[in-house]
């Protein structure tokens, strides 16, 4: 009897808990779209990311204008709430002129939620 009230109570708890169904909320506040950086330039990334549930990491990427990945970073986080500030040296002399991406993605467990920021990039004259 107290094997069957257990086994119930387990069933009847775990069918109540709440699903989560809405991804995490990204914001990238900086740097402004289609800012144009230079070689040896620090591009600072600021966002603020929030969900109902906990989020578990956010990732910050560089990426090429065919979206290939050229830098990224990843941030654990505990809790609903995270204000990013990080960001990239552009020292690599092999990157082109041309235009390049930041995505700030963001996973709560469950659900995933990415923003793009595009930017131009000035790089090392070619000779």
Known sequence: MIRWIFLSTCLFLG????????PPVVE???????????YQDAI??????NDESNLDYVDLE??????????????????KNYNLSAGFDLDDI????????IR???F?????????????????ARQ
């Open 104 to 106: 700030v993605s963001a």
């Open 62 to 79: 560089l990426l090429s204008g065919s979206l290939q990945l050229l830098q990224s970073k990843r941030f654990q986080v505990d809790g």
């Open 15 to 22: 069918a109540c808990k709440k699903k989560d169904e809405q």
């Open 28 to 38: 990238i506040e900086s740097p402004s779209a289609l800012s144009t950086f230079n």
């Open 94 to 101: 092999h990157y082109e002129t041309g235009q390049y991406f």
């Open 108 to 124: 709560d467990g469950t659900n995933d939620n990415s923003e793009y920021l595009e930017f131009s990039y000035q790089g090392v």
């Open 44 to 49: 600072i990334v600021t966002a603020s990311i």
